[in-house]
T-cell receptor, first 113, second 120 residues
Framework: ETGVTQTPRHLVMGMTNKKSLKCEQH?????MYWYKQSAKKPLELMFV???????ENNSVPSRFSPECPNSSHLFLHLHTLQPEDSALYLC????????????FGQGTRLTVV | AQKVTQAQTEISVVEKEDVTLDCVYE???????LFWYKQPPSGELVFLIR????DEQNEISGRYSWNFQKSTSSFNFTITASQVVDSAVYFC?????????????????WGLGTSLAVNP
């Protein structure tokens, strides 16, 4: 248990569906991240929030929409996804300083059919 | 450009063997951080170690040890007397310098990972 909780753990959705991934941390961290992990590719940083403000969006398609209502919660809203979006989506949090290792959740295994 | 290379895609050992996972990095920054993470079958990435660029002292934590050599840009990870529970994918990562709240985005540059199988 790393202190970062993601739900659901598994999600299967059709290309026309709308769903949301949830991430929660109670570690007192003020930076949160969404990563995408696909087979045979390095982890891809999707979004970074610091103090609830988005500080980075790595050219992620608009069908992925993040939301950070407070420092403990992070959402990833999904709509009209493509099969190539199937991957493990990992949430992480860290203190807002250099060098501290981020704590990761167990991920949501997303399959788009 | 920053880059992390983990040349070993898969390693298979028998329990109690020692195993070393290689990590070679590239960066132009003088201040940087190196990390190792473990990803067991359950999926979460577990933070193992952070090392900053000014500290080349090797570190040992139980059966785990890390060898940081700036001269060869390597940060290798050794598991001594491996156990079945060590089976996982291990990732090496490099952090660019800067603070999030200073307008510099701190990113982790990840290697592709090494899948370690420890067989009984």
């Amino acid at each position: 248990e790393t202190g970062v909780t993601q739900t659901p753990r598994h999600l299967v959705m059709g290309m026309t569906n709308k769903k949301s991934l949830k991430c929660e941390q109670h570690l007192g961290h003020n930076a949160m991240y969404w990563y995408k992990q696909s087979a045979k590719k390095p982890l891809e940083l999707m979004f970074v929030y610091s103090l609830e403000e988005r500080v980075e969006n790595n050219s992620v398609p608009s069908r992925f929409s993040p939301e950070c209502p407070n420092s403990s919660h992070l959402f990833l809203h999904l709509h009209t996804l493509q099969p190539e979006d199937s991957a493990l989506y990992l949430c992480a949090s860290s203190q807002d300083s250099v060098g501290l290792g981020a704590f990761f959740g167990q991920g949501t295994r997303l399959t788009v059919v | 450009a920053q880059k992390v290379t983990q040349a070993q895609t898969e390693i298979s050992v028998v329990e109690k063997e020692d195993v070393t996972l290689d990590c070679v990095y590239e960066t132009r920054d003088t201040t940087y951080y190196l990390f190792w993470y473990k990803q067991p079958p359950s999926g979460e990435l577990v933070f193992l170690i952070r090392r900053n660029s000014f500290d080349e002292q090797n570190e040992i934590s139980g059966r785990y040890s890390w060898n940081f050599q700036k001269s060869t840009s390597s940060f290798n990870f050794t598991i001594t007397a491996s156990q079945v529970v060590d089976s996982a994918v291990y990732f090496c990562a490099l952090s660019e310098g800067g603070r999030l709240n200073a307008g510099n985005n701190r990113k982790l540059i990840w290697g592709l990972g090494t899948s370690l199988a420890v067989n009984p």
